[in-house]
């Protein structure tokens, strides 16, 4: 930390230190493409136009189902498919992760996928903060951001935005209360 206040202060101050906490490996919030038109997403795609993850058969009616697994994203929040397309304009759907639980669950998202390549992304806001064990259930639980007190520019997180592409790194970005975004960079 680098403080490079160079005036007089009067009585007692204290500097304060406001960290971005990543949850330990398997509380962290996940979001992959399980599946589309039925037809199953490799465990490790590759997200490259030239070697399709995925391949539709050109008689495949639309909409095609795409489900999107989902770890530690409460129930019922808004889960976004985008199709980002090799010619014409990005294509989306929306649909709720009802099926399962806060620690895997589903969403079936019902999209009218353009012809030709893309690539295809899923993602969704939430107020999800902080994922821990309630020690009486020893079941995962969540506070909400505004519970955590994490600010930046003196302004509290109201929601986090987590996305994710066939091939691609999770992308997290927090969500201020006016709605200006921080990302988080990821090594």
């Not at 680098?2 to 204290?14: D, K, M, P, Q, W």
């Not at 997200?47 to 989902?70: E, F, K, T």
């Not at 010619?87 to 009218?112: E, F, K, R, Y």
């Not at 997180?157 to 201020?176: H, N, R, V």
Request: charged residues 10%; negative net charge; proline residues 6%.
């Amino acid at each position: 930390m680098e403080n490079l206040f160079s005036g007089t202060i009067t009585g007692v101050f204290t500097e304060g230190f406001q960290p971005i906490i990543i949850p330990a490996g398997g509380q962290g919030v996940q979001l992959s493409i399980g599946s589309i038109a039925g037809t199953a997403v490799s465990q490790n795609p590759s997200g490259v136009l030239a070697n399709p993850d995925v391949i539709i058969p050109s008689q495949q009616s639309n909409p095609l189902p795409v489900v999107v697994n989902c770890s530690n994203i409460p129930l019922n929040t808004e889960i976004t498919v985008i199709v980002h397309p090799t010619n014409g304009p990005d294509v989306q759907a929306v649909a709720m992760n009802n099926a399962g639980a806060l620690a895997a669950s589903t969403a079936t998202v019902s999209l009218n996928m353009p012809r030709g390549g893309g690539i295809i992304y899923a993602k969704c806001v939430s107020g999800v903060a902080n994922l821990g064990v309630d020690t009486s259930s020893k079941e995962l639980r969540t506070k909400s951001l505004a519970e955590t007190g994490w600010t930046a520019d003196g302004e509290r997180f109201a929601k986090m935005e987590f996305a994710a592409a066939l091939g691609g790194s999770q992308q997290i970005t927090y969500i201020s209360e006016s709605g200006k975004r921080y990302p988080l960079a990821i090594r």
